[in-house]
């Protein structure tokens, strides 16, 4: 047999088994393939979300960047962390302190943080994003991935009384929105900011929609001014003797060093890839279990049909190649419904954690991910082959081959 005989034969054999799929999905087997592709759907669902999740935590949105050597964050009584954080206790005098601490010597830049998610609106369009407010200066490059010079120097809103409304904007914000440079834009409580530059070099961890702001404008919005707060100082350094000075600052702090910072995100890491791997594993072994169950009774449910196959001169060969066809389209089916499923869940749980949890969102969505709920559908219809087939083999009777 020739290649272009082989390869008709089999494109003969997708095009029955898809067409039987369907007519026994919407006819002679409804509830069947229907609850098989539905189990295959909620496994790789499960899968998507989970694995959305642990990227989420590896990829923790912090104020982080190369210029940045320590944060100093407010004592809590769990185990203090550089992550964005705003639920946790804040600092006051946020302008008057980073003044302070800009005037040590090592110090080569520094500024104070405050971090919130917020919904901004324009052209009819919301979209919950990660608001940072900052001091902009000479020697702070970026801050949460965004460039920094794109904002005016010093605070003008504080010092002068100045309102700027200026607000840099991450790429995936201003795409979703439709926004560009000049453009108006409507944050948390209808107040009116412009969009001053879109950052196309941002490199906000796990793509998450942020927005760069002044800090005393961002005060004046989220009613944080009465006490200048602020989340976090971020301070860059060559000396590490600055480090006990900066522990000083505030009675009730901690400082973390970029150290400390990559031993966080390593754990992270580690946790996220045995959060996935686990979650790949159970979902393989679950969706396997489940296809060789509902399948296999298909198959003794099916076994007139096979044997009336046998009778009209089918072979053997040809009834498991159709067999092990349909059940590999039942699979990636389920695995593309799951997929999208998981995708929705994934939003979801961002939307819930926002409201309820959290201030920012836990878990990363991307398309990536339907590619990979797919292949992982597709591994458990072949892991199920062999079993099936073997099922098929002997409930069927005639010719061998």
Known sequence: MNLRRLLARWLGLIAVAIRQTASRA????KQRIQFSVLGVAVVIALLVMVTGLGVGIATSTTVADEDIDYWIVPETEGSSSPLVATDDPQFGSAHETNTQIRQKEEVESS???LSQIHQIEANGTSEFVLITGI??????DRVSGLNSDLLTP????????????EVVLSP???????VSPGDSITVADNSSFTVTAIDEQSGTSGGIPSALVQLSEFQAVTGSASYDQADQFVVGTNSPSVEEDLADVYPESTVNSRGEMMASNTQNSELSLSLALTAFVVSLSIGTLFVVTTSGLEIVTDRQQLTILS????????QLQLIGTQTLVMTGLGGIIGSIG???????INAIAVRTVTTEPIAVSRPLFLGYGLGVALLIGLLS?????LVARRVSGGVPQ
């Open 385 to 389: 082959l062999p079993v099936l087939l």
């Open 311 to 318: 009778v009209m001169g089918v072979s053997v060969r040809s």
């Open 342 to 348: 998981g995708l929705a869940g994934i939003r979801l």
């Open 135 to 140: 001091i902009n200066s000479p020697e702070v």
């Open 172 to 178: 995936s914000v201003a795409e979703t929105l439709a």
């Open 111 to 113: 500024t104070p943080v």
């Open 26 to 29: 919407t006819y002679t087997a």
């Open 154 to 165: 010093n605070d003008p809103y504080y010092t002068s009384g100045e309102w700027t409304g």
